[in-house]
Each structure stands twice: as C-alpha cells, then as structure tokens.
C-alpha cells in the first residue's frame, strides 16, 4: 500500500502541480511519480483504471519569453486536452551564466466512462526544461533524449524569430515545425526566411504555418465560388481587380494574395504605394500588366490585429464577389455576396477563420502532410514583397 508521502505526491502530480527534478534523472522521477499514481488509484478486480496514461505524439513547445512556465501552460493544457502527448516545454532565456532546470507534471482531463462507469481521467506527462545562458546546443540536447520513440515529433516555434541555428539543433529528431509567419518581428520580410526555412528542410522537416491556417476559410470561400456559383463559366482567369482589406498588419493579406498568383500564374509587374509610411500603407499593384490588387488598410477593428477583414473580386464580364468577415455571432462567419453589374445575385454564409492559437495548432498535430501549396505560395509572397520592398 502506498505511504501517505506517496499518495499526496502522486495526487499533486495528477493535479497539475510541477515538480522539480535534475535532468539528468528526469525519467526515473517520472517512473517514480507514475508508480505512485497507480499505488494510489488501485484498479478494482474486473474494472479498469479511473487514471489512465495516454500519449499519441511528442510535443515540443519552444519559447523564449520569460514567464513561459505559466504563460503557455494553458495553450498546453488545452492542446493535451484534444491530443494526449509527451509535452516538452522548452525555454531558451539568455544570460551570462549557463544554467538548466526541469521539471515534470502531469496533464489530466476527466472524460466520460460508459453509461455505468465511472468517470475517468486520462492523463499526459508535460517536462518542463528551461536554459539559461550562452550555448546552442545545451537545450535540444536536454530535451531530445526525452522524446518517446516510435510516435511523431511535432515542434512549435512560438519566437518572434526564426533562429536557424537553434532550429538546426532540434530538427533531426522532429518530424514537422510550426511557426506563425504572423508573429514574426521581421513583418514582411520574414516570408524570405520562412521561404529558406522550407527550401533547407524539405527532405527532413514538414514545415507548416499558423498564418496559412487562418486564411483556410477564405481560400475555401473563393474556391467554393469559382466551382459553384455562375463565376465557375468565367474562371478566374477573368479576374480584372481584386481588393484586400486588412487590420493592424498586411502580411496576411500579402499571403492569401499569394496563394492566387502562385494558382494563376501571376507575377508583378508595377507596384505604387500610397503617401503613408508603416504597416497600414496601402499598396496597388498590378500583375502581368492588366491585373489590379489593391491591399488597403481598415480603420474598423473588428478583426484581431493583421488579419484579413474584407475581400472583394471583379470580373471582366461585370461579376463581383464580395466577402466580408462577420464576428457577431457566437462563431464568426464570412459573408459572401455576388453581384452581376450591381445587381444582386445570392448571398451565402461559410464558417469564419479559425482565430484560436490552441485549436490552429491542434488541426497541425493531425497531419504530417507537407502542402505543397503553401510551399508555392509563400515563394510567392516573396516574390511579391520583393517588388514592394524595392
């Protein structure tokens, strides 16, 4: 039977309650605090365990932001939630002095047994190991003997920065990188990193984007368009003007407009800049000289900052396509119009853009896919961004 000592350790592991360990012995505390677990939650004769370890994945979340323990602990502890993992947060902090920490707890969530079991709880492990001072390498050799083998390695780079180097030191043992093109401090310019990021890790490392998650409703929107609706005789190969408003930010606005050029075969061929300075200068552009995008920025902040708010497109024959973000309801929607010299044709109502940072980054732990598309688009955005940076 299980000593009191045991029991309220194993309970406060269970709960969430981080323990502090060595790293070197971070295994065999771990083996330790499960064994108690077990002793303290006894499986009755005939009837399964009421805490139950679960793990389909290693998940590495990388931070350099001070606070990181409590900060990303939620995002965490939702994600645990939707994706039973070996959790690894791993925190790369400067100073002058080298110096490396750890600690361990466990993730539970209570989930439903059959209509007369008891309620159970399923339960991961999350390591924390956080770095201090100079050394690239000292963090990716803490957390990579921890990975669990034989399950897929997913990292998410949660920086303001693409650190190749640091990258480089974790990639051998990952299958697949998240960034957030969006976040990253470099603005526009960070599409040529992402873009070298993708080219030196083709064969090794899926690279995939939060920002590409969020425009998937409105690429979903216009291709639902040009296959269901009267603009599908035309093709978008009749498009004459398309217009982009966004808020707070345009590199979104440049990526979705990348996803089309790169589909259409588009390239730019004049660029003209409003008066303005910053990142909510309006930008006209033109492709293979007959093509008109205007990016423009929007006063009304009803989008979370740097998103897309409204998209309209204009046809050569006299179609426009017009789609507006809606975030009243409960779940936002976009709101799609199509119009014929004017006149209204139909309207239709598709589901908005996924906002959260705990459910995009769930939807990228489902698949270890490597989209080709973005890789395309985001040669694109720099192709693009070159022409408006010259």
Known sequence: MASTTDTLSAEEFLSGKITSVDVPGIERELRA????????????????????????LNFIFFSREKGAELSCGNVLDEIAAMHPCRALLAISLGGEEPKIEAWVSARCHMVPGSTTGPTKQICCEQITVRSEGPGIHKLSSAVIPLLLPDLPTFIYWRCHELDQLQIDSFKSACDKIIIDSQSLSANLSSFAEVGELIKTNSKHLVVSDLNWRRIHA???????QFSQTVLNSSGPQQIAKIKIQHYGGMSQAILFLA?????????????????????????????NDQIEVEIIASLQGYVPAGNISAVEITMQNGYTLSALYEPESE????????????????????????????????????????DQIYGKAIAAACQIVSQITK
Do not use: Y
């Open 33 to 56: 605090l499960w064994a108690s677990a077990r002793e303290a939650h006894p499986i009755p004769q005939n009837a399964s365990p009421d805490v139950v370890r679960a793990c389909t």
């Open 218 to 224: 409105w690429r979903r929107m216009i291709a639902l």
């Open 259 to 287: 996803w089309m050029s790169s589909l259409l075969g588009w390239h730019v061929t004049s660029v003209r800049k409003d008066e303005q300075s910053g990142p909510d200068t309006n930008l006209h552009l033109k492709f």
């Open 331 to 370: 779940s936002p929607s976009l709101v799609a119009e199509l119009k014929n010299n004017g006149q209204h044709l139909h309207s239709t109502v598709t589901q908005g853009p996924c906002l959260s940072e705990t459910n995009l980054v769930g939807l990228e732990l489902e698949t270890l896919v490597c």
